[in-house]
């Protein structure tokens, strides 16, 4: 079974960056769309960027395009999303998600495996 663990989140002030890792152990996910999300508290995880299992399609929330950049790493079995120019209202616990699809989806209920989450704040 596979395994998702999210690092790279922390404290960074408005208009800084981070990069989000997305770590997959247990077998390769190299016929796997991936896909990230985010959610703050009270409401529900929102869709925020997700990577064909090949890596050449690209889907974004409208809110983070030209900012963020998702990327994949076959060979590592690790999926990127780079976080750039952020801003206050980018806060929140940052998930990275698996789909038995090879395609890009951006809905929720079309990914099986969830990781449990890194945090990302950033102060105004």
């Known amino acids: 079974q596979v395994q998702l663990v999210e690092s790279g989140g922390g404290l960074v002030q408005a208009g800084g960056s981070l990069k989000l890792s997305c770590a997959a152990s247990?077998?390769?996910?190299?016929?796997?769309?991936m896909g990230w999300f985010r959610q703050t508290p009270g409401k529900g995880r929102e869709f925020v960027a997700a990577?064909?299992?090949?890596?050449?399609?690209?889907d974004y929330l409208y809110s983070v395009k030209g900012r963020f950049i998702i990327s994949r790493d076959n060979s590592k079995n690790t999926v990127y999303l780079q976080m750039n120019s952020l801003k206050p209202e980018d806060t929140a616990d940052y998930y990275c998600?698996?789909?038995?699809?090879?395609?890009?989806?951006?809905?929720?209920?079309?990914?099986?495996?969830w990781g449990q989450g890194t945090q990302v704040t950033v102060s105004s």
């Open positions: 990577i064909s299992s090949d890596g050449r399609n690209t």
């Open positions: 998600a698996a789909s038995p699809y090879r395609f890009v989806v951006t809905t929720e209920g079309w990914y099986g495996t």
């Open positions: 247990g077998r390769a996910l190299s016929d796997n769309a």
